[in-house]
């Protein structure tokens, strides 16, 4: 069989959907996650309430599906780059990894605030879904570079964790994907996260301007210091 095209009408109302969630992000950027709600966004289009309330029921489901278009942007820019690079060089592919973080969350300072700053008032994820299968991914491909460089890295981490130190859900999305990788592991995952998002947070929200006049090279070089960190040695990369 073959792909049927969508109708006019299906296309105006996809490019409607985009809209509605481009002024969201826009909004946010201006005030903040409390900008965010169906009436505002309504007014911004000159649309009225109860037609925005046709394309998402709630302001919920809007931000539900902001959350996996941006967590999907960043995945597959951060994934493509990690694949880039042999899968034997671990400090090559958390280099690629960080850098094209960066790349994404000044090209994208809006959606970077959506999921990695406040959260938006009132909102509550729903169970499962396209969000958290998107957050997933990110976490996901996140620990796999760390399961990578675990054997290297094992002999300079602090022991003593139990699974129970962890969010459920987290454990058990690890020992899923990552059956033999221990609880330490996952401790140095979230240390990797924190170095990695540190200063890329505080230039995304303007904390270096004026600081550095280079804050790539800066932050390259906590990336060649994490990777040393680990044990392994960090390849060449160019500044972003």
Not at 29 to 49: F, K, Y
């Amino acid at each position: 069989m073959g792909v049927s095209t969508p109708s006019r009408r299906e296309r105006l109302r996809a490019e409607t959907a985009a809209e509605i969630k481009t002024v969201a992000l826009g909004l946010m950027a201006e005030g903040g996650p409390d900008a965010i709600t169906l009436r505002a966004i309504a007014r911004e289009m000159g649309m009225t309430a109860g037609a925005i309330y046709g394309y998402y029921e709630t302001r919920d489901t809007l931000v539900s599906a902001l959350i996996t278009d941006v967590y999907t942007s960043l995945v597959d820019r951060v994934e493509a780059a990690r694949d880039a690079v042999p899968a034997d060089d671990a400090a090559g592919r958390i280099l690629a990894w960080g850098q094209t973080l960066r790349e994404w969350a000044l090209a994208n300072p809006e959606g970077f605030r959506l999921i990695y700053g406040d959260p938006v008032p009132g909102y509550q994820a729903p169970e499962g879904g396209a969000a958290a299968e998107a957050a997933h991914r990110a976490c996901a491909g996140l620990t796999g570079l760390v399961a990578a460089a675990w054997p290297q890295a094992v002999a300079r981490q602090p022991g003593g964790y139990d699974w129970t130190d962890f969010d459920p859900i987290l454990t058990g999305l690890v020992r899923a994907e990552f059956p033999g990788l221990p609880p330490a592991a996952v401790a140095l995952a979230l240390r990797v996260w924190g170095r990695m998002h540190g200063l890329v947070a505080l230039e995304v929200y303007g904390h270096l301007r004026g600081q550095t006049r280079d804050a790539g090279r800066v932050y390259l070089d906590e990336l060649r210091d994490l990777t040393r960190s680990l044990g392994l040695e960090g390849g060449p990369a160019a500044p972003a």
